[in-house]
């Protein structure tokens, strides 16, 4: 929660979804058009953020609004890498799409706000870029690219099932 993901949905597809710095400013799923450099679209999802410890009602009224992530090809993590509490995050995350039936759909773990380090932090984890992992600014807009090119590039092998 509150890790940049509806900036990043309005950085990728120009558009004007709520984006604010509290707990639950997304409740319901706000969905966007994509279209790549090379004329193919997709559909991104903006959905609520990912609560650690959850009362069981709860989980249930969250775990609902993720039910449409089945349909997924590509699951964008969206973390905010200044977060002290990050790797607990990631594991929260990828429980719940276990538990949810859904850790076989690839994921990119997206870490955003690198804005808000010093520009050799910066640097030192963008060298850290794997196949599966990325560093970005969605408010600034930085390293989007790079970004766009992996979501292709991953996209391009669920499509075709290619494993390499």
């Not at 990912?50 to 709860?58: G, K, N």
């Not at 276990?98 to 850790?103: E, I, R, V």
């Not at 060298?127 to 991953?154: C, F, G, H």
Request: a negative charge; glycine letters at 4%; proline letters at 5%.
């Amino acid at each position: 929660t509150n890790a940049g993901k509806s900036t990043l949905l309005n950085s990728l597809t120009n558009s004007e979804v709520i984006q604010e710095n509290r707990l639950f400013a997304t409740l319901d799923p706000t969905t966007r058009r994509l279209r790549f450099p090379e004329e193919k679209e997709i559909i991104l999802t903006d959905t609520v953020g990912f609560i650690h410890d959850l009362p069981p009602e709860l989980k249930r009224a969250f775990e609902a609004t993720l039910e449409e992530l089945s349909d997924s090809d590509l699951l964008l993590h969206c973390i905010d890498v200044g977060d002290p509490a990050r790797e607990d995050k990631i594991r929260d995350v990828e429980e719940i799409l276990s538990d949810l039936g859904l850790s076989e759909i690839p994921v990119l773990k997206v870490f955003n706000k690198v804005d808000r380090l010093p520009l050799s932090r910066r640097l030192e984890f963008q060298r850290d870029e794997t196949e599966d992992r990325v560093y970005i600014s969605a408010r600034d807009k930085w390293n989007l690219e790079p970004l766009l090119l992996r979501m292709e590039a991953m996209l391009f092998k669920v499509w075709t099932g290619s494993t390499s």
